[in-house]
């Protein structure tokens, strides 16, 4: 199917923006803060896989349920709001997920930190193994 993956890419987008203005308008402390990553749309636009974030960060896993079951109960009011604001034959449906990505690329570099400082601690010259 030539052209599918632009057209989903187009149609991705327009639900990545209408969903982040309509979760900001939601009024459940469990979304508040919510930012919607990214949105990955099957080629026949039955299904949407949306990916969120804290904007602080959430690492706690409870606290990502609780983001996730959020979504969850709005998800039939957001599809039925942004269905009519897109002009789209059918409207996906809604999954979310919580984007690990960016929690992840902390992670490495703390650890990258951790390990840079600990090479600066090493004395120059120090005690070693010899390299042969």
Known sequence: MKG???????VG???RSELASEIRALND???VGVIVSRVE???DLSHAKIYVRHDLGASDPAARRE???GLGAA????RRTIAGNLSLRSMPELHFFYDEALDEQRRIEEILNEIKNEEGQKAPGGSGTPTS
């Open 41 to 43: 749309i099957d080629p």
């Open 4 to 10: 599918g993956g632009k057209r989903t890419g187009r």
């Open 29 to 31: 402390p469990r979304v």
């Open 75 to 78: 998800s039939g009011r957001l």
């Open 67 to 69: 983001i996730l079951r």
């Open 13 to 15: 987008e327009a639900l």
